[in-house]
T-cell receptor, first 115, second 115 residues
Framework: AQSVAQPEDQVNVAEGNPLTVKCTYS??????LFWYVQYPNRGLQFLLK??????LVKGSYGFEAEFNKSQTSFHLKKPSALVSDSALYFC?????????????FGTGTRLTVIP | DGGITQSPKYLFRKEGQNVTLSCEQN?????MYWYRQDPGQGLRLIYY???????QKGDIAEGYSVSREKKESFPLTVTSAQKNPTAFYLC??????????????FGPGTRLTVL
């Protein structure tokens, strides 16, 4: 069975400081991993994905994520946080071995960037 | 502009009524999905459709129904059998049902409230 865990419901960071939003996963095969962001009362926006290759993935709005197979993690990072980064962030995983194209989502982490 | 539209943005329903949420996409995507979002629970899959005239139940299909008569449209009906329908509903699509590397594109969502 596939699953995703986002251990922190809330992350607070000062503007200009680096931010990290944590994600760990469990799949039976090689994972395809995704990060999405959601602003209030809006749909999800795609940030980045890991499929294969370089473990460090760069995405939209200056975000990046590092795939760590041994720790089964895919943490989202940004070197310098902006107040506008405040939003709800979701990690998601897809296991192609299941034969399905469905995404399994974590419960989300609310990021607040303090001015 | 290509994208996914959902209507209405807000919907109020009396107990015992069926309501239908609209989802339309002009991305020429084959696969479409319906998710339900509740606070602290992330997104849960209700139904998905890989191709016209075909759809499968997701994790929480009870009390919901769908149709896929056209490639562009994937309406969701919330029936009176759904015990707790108040939630934020998100529609998504991907280019192909076998596009495991592809991210899902999301609509802006419909917030359903049962009075």
């Amino acid at each position: 069975a596939q699953s995703v865990a986002q251990p922190e419901d809330q992350v607070n960071v000062a503007e200009g400081n680096p931010l990290t939003v944590k994600c760990t996963y469990s799949v039976s095969g090689n994972p395809y991993l995704f990060w999405y962001v959601q602003y209030p009362n809006r749909g999800l926006q795609f940030l980045l994905k890991y499929i294969t290759g370089d473990n460090l993935v760069k995405g939209s709005y200056g975000f990046e994520a590092e795939f760590n197979k041994s720790q089964t993690s895919f943490h989202l990072k940004k070197p310098s946080a902006l107040v506008s980064d405040s939003a709800l962030y979701f990690c998601a995983v897809r296991d192609p071995l299941t034969g399905a194209n469905n995404l399994f989502f974590g419960t989300g982490t609310r990021l607040t960037v303090i001015p | 502009d290509g994208g996914i539209t959902q209507s209405p943005k807000y919907l109020f329903r009396k107990e015992g009524q069926n309501v239908t949420l609209s989802c339309e996409q002009n991305l020429n995507h084959d696969a479409m999905y319906w998710y339900r979002q509740d606070p602290g629970q992330g997104l849960r899959l209700i139904y998905y459709s890989q191709i016209v005239n075909d759809f499968q139940k997701g994790d929480i299909a009870e009390g919901y129904s769908v149709s896929r008569e056209k490639k562009e449209s994937f309406p969701l009906t919330v029936t009176s059998a759904q015990k707790n329908p108040t939630a934020f509903y998100l529609c998504a699509s991907t280019l192909s049902d076998r596009g495991y590397r592809d991210e899902q594109f999301f609509g802006p969502g419909t917030r359903l409230t049962v009075l």
